[in-house]
C-alpha cells in the first residue's frame, strides 16, 4: 500500500525485525523496483533521509535518530503506548521553528521489546488512565534542556512532549497546564490555533477571553482563574456550569 502511494519516483524502506517475516516480505516485495525490504532492529538500522517513517509498534517516546532523518517537512508517525498497549499515535513534523506534535487517533498496539523507558512508563499510565484521548493536547516535541514547567505533558530526560506550540503567545503560558477537580475529572489547558483550549475526558473545545484571568465557553461554561500569590501563575480554577461550580487545583 505505501509502495502504490508513494508511486514510481518514490521509494520505501521496509524494516522488519522478525526473520520469518522479514523473509516473506523480501520475497512478496521482490517485484517492486520502489522498495527496499530487509531484516533487522529499526531502531538500529541506517536508512536514507525520509519524507515520511511510519511506526507500527509501540514506543514511550519518539527515537531521536528518526527525528533527525526527517527532511524538511518531513513527518513521522508513532504510536505513543502505555505498558498496556493503550495509547495514542502521534505524528511530529519537522518545522521551520521546530517539532510540531499532534495526536491523530487512540490506539491499541504491541510495544516495542527495546524501544521504551522505564522512567516514562508510569507517567503514560496514568495519563492515559485519565482520559484515552490525552495525548490530543501535545502540540510541540522539545529536544532543549528545561525545567519541567505546566506545559509538559510527559517530560524526559532527552524530549518533552508539550502542550505549547510552537509559536506561542506568551500571555497564555500562566494558564496552561492541568487542573483536577476530582478523581475523575481533570481539565487540561493548551494552546491552540485560535487561543485557550480546553480538554477532559468529558470532551472540550476553545475558550474566548472573557476579563482579567477569565475565559468562557459560550453557553457552556465560565472559567476564573485564581493566585494564592498575586505574583505567581494561577494555581486555581474555578468553573461554572450553570447553576453548578467546582473548583479545580493545579497538578502540573
Request: aromatic fraction near 6%; hydrophobic fraction near 40%.
Amino acid at each position: 500500500m505505501i509502495a502504490e502511494a508513494v508511486g514510481t519516483e518514490g521509494r520505501v524502506t521496509a524494516i522488519e525485525a522478525d526473520p520469518e517475516l522479514a523473509a516473506r516480505a523480501i520475497e512478496n516485495l521482490a517485484d517492486r523496483d520502489n522498495v527496499q525490504a530487509m531484516q533487522g532492529n529499526a531502531l538500529e538500522a541506517d536508512f536514507e533521509d525520509a519524507d515520511v517513517i511510519f511506526v507500527n509498534f509501540g514506543l514511550t517516546h519518539p527515537h531521536v535518530p528518526w527525528l533527525e532523518r526527517l527532511r524538511p517537512g518531513g513527518r513521522l508517525q508513532v504510536p505513543i503506548t502505555a505498558n498496556t498497549g493503550l495509547g495514542m499515535v502521534m505524528r511530529f513534523t519537522r518545522t521551520d521553528l521546530g517539532i510540531e506534535a499532534k495526536g491523530v487517533a487512540p490506539t491499541q498496539i504491541f510495544s516495542s521489546v527495546s524501544g521504551r523507558d522505564p522512567e516514562l512508563e508510569g507517567r503514560l499510565l496514568e495519563l492515559y488512565s485519565a482520559g484515552p484521548m490525552g495525548g490530543g493536547v501535545v502540540a510541540s516535541l522539545r529536544l532543549d534542556a528545561h525545567e519541567q514547567d505546566a506545559s509538559c505533558w510527559l517530560h524526559g530526560a532527552q524530549m518533552c512532549l508539550s502542550t505549547r506550540a510552537l509559536e506561542t503567545n506568551e500571555a497564555l503560558a500562566p494558564y496552561l497546564g492541568r487542573c483536577d477537580c476530582n478523581p475523575q475529572l481533570t481539565l487540561t489547558f493548551t494552546e491552540g490555533a485560535e487561543g485557550l483550549r480546553v480538554s477532559s475526558p468529558l470532551g472540550g473545545g476553545p475558550l474566548q477571553p472573557a476579563g482579567e484571568d477569565r475565559f468562557e465557553a459560550p453557553g457552556t461554561a465560565h472559567f476564573t482563574f485564581e493566585r494564592s500569590d498575586p505574583a505567581a501563575p494561577p494555581d486555581r480554577v474555578r468553573v461554572k456550569l450553570g447553576e453548578r461550580t467546582l473548583q479545580g487545583t493545579r497538578v502540573s
